[in-house]
Each structure stands twice: as structure tokens, then as C-alpha cells.
Antibody, heavy 120, light 109 residues
């Protein structure tokens, strides 16, 4: 079964750090571009960043609001995507989804999401 | 303010054909394939179209098209289970970012 399962969400204080994981199964993870997308309470979807496949260069791109505070990485041996978030702000509170690209500019598969709450 | 513009709300009756639009510019929709995502009751999004392709398991009543800098998602034969929020997205090369529309709330009357 094609599946993405996120984990690692929780409550963190402003200025803190958190690492999210996304375990992939049912498809060739190593060949797949991956993104993180978030959704703040009551708001729409917001792209956070992406990492392309190692065969494509393995490069990353990040959205302006999080650039410099996050790092996306992948471990193809574990079929796992990561999102390291530092210097967290209250406005980073959201459900974070990982998504597998079907093509370079659109997603095919989504995870179920993990909630990150940044609050003192 | 979203880089892509979608209607805030659209409604239709069961069996009707409805079209949702997503307007951008030459930096995004005019240059790249567009994805369409369905989100029911703030659950996890589901892809209903990417480019002109229908993902496995998505009913054939969903289709997509693009004309210039506007993309469209058409649902032919609206069903009650189609009631959801729909988002479009694509890459924007001037922003070097993937951008979403603000979403359209589709109500099935």
C-alpha cells in the first residue's frame, strides 16, 4: 500500500526546535521528490519546502517564511523524510503534511499530518 | 495574499457540472503543470488531478484543463461526497517556490 506516515509533532515553546519524520512505503522513495506542506488552524495550505531526489541532485528549496530556520533532509536507506525546525515561532503552529510529488510541480500522495503547536 | 486566485465558494446540485478556476500568471500556471487537491472537513488533502492526469482511485467525473494562465477543475455529475475544499498549486519560478491558491469551498446543495 502506498503510504506516508508523519510523526514527531507536539507542543514546543517559542524559540524551541522540533524534528518531524515522514515514513514512506509502497513506492520507490529514492526516486521521488518530496515536500512538506503545512496548514495553520482555519487557514489554507502553505508549502514549506522540498527536496528533490538524489539522482536529480538532492537539492532543497524553502519557502520565504521558514528559510534559514528549517532543514529538509532524506534518508533513502530508511525511506524517510525529515523536517528539522529551529527558532520556532507561534505562527509556525500548524498541521504539517509530507507529500510525494507525482510530477515536479504537483503532488500525488499525502500523509495524514502531524500537529505542531508552538506556545509558551 | 495567495499567488494563485481561486473562487472563495462554489455551489451546485447533485448531477450538475461545476468548474473551479485557478488564476495565476506566466511565472506559474502559464509555465507548469497544476495540481488539484481535495480536503474534506480539514482532513488530509487528497490529490484529484495533477496536470491532466487522474490519480488511481479518483472517479472519472474529475477532469482538469488549462488555458493560458488559468487552470480549471471540472466535476461532471456532482456527488454529495464531492463537498470539500479544493486547492490548486504549482511552481512559481520568479518566487522559486511552490504556491497554492486560497482554496474554494464547494457546497453540494
Amino acid at each position: 500500500e502506498v503510504q506516508l506516515v508523519e510523526s514527531g509533532g507536539g507542543l514546543v515553546k517559542p524559540g524551541g526546535s522540533l524534528r518531524l519524520s515522514c515514513a514512506a512505503s509502497g513506492f520507490t522513495f529514492s526516486n521521488t521528490w518530496m515536500s512538506w506542506v503545512r496548514q495553520a488552524p482555519g487557514k489554507g495550505l502553505e508549502w514549506v519546502g522540498r527536496i528533490i531526489s538524489k539522482s536529480g541532485g538532492g537539492t532543497t528549496d524553502y519557502a520565504a517564511p521558514v528559510k534559514g530556520r528549517i532543514t529538509i533532509s532524506r534518508d533513502d536507506s530508511k525511506n524517510t523524510l525529515y523536517l528539522q525546525m529551529n527558532s520556532l515561532k507561534t505562527e509556525d503552529t500548524a498541521v504539517y503534511y509530507c507529500a510525494a510529488h507525482a510530477v515536479a510541480t504537483a503532488f500525488g500522495i499525502w500523509g495524514q499530518g502531524t500537529l505542531v503547536t508552538v506556545s509558551s | 495574499q495567495s499567488a494563485l486566485t481561486q473562487e472563495a465558494s462554489v455551489s451546485g446540485t447533485v448531477g450538475q457540472k461545476v468548474t473551479l478556476s485557478c488564476t495565476g500568471n506566466s511565472n506559474n500556471i502559464g509555465s507548469y503543470a497544476v495540481g488539484w487537491y481535495q480536503q474534506i472537513s480539514h482532513g488530509a488533502p487528497k490529490t484529484v488531478m495533477f496536470g491532466n492526469s487522474l490519480p488511481s482511485g479518483i472517479p472519472g467525473r474529475f477532469s482538469a484543463s488549462k488555458s493560458g494562465t488559468t487552470a480549471s477543475l471540472t466535476i461532471s455529475g456532482l456527488q454529495p461526497e464531492d463537498e470539500a475544499d479544493y486547492y490548486c498549486s504549482t511552481w512559481d519560478f520568479s518566487l522559486s517556490a511552490l504556491v497554492f491558491g486560497g482554496g474554494t469551498k464547494l457546497t453540494v446543495l
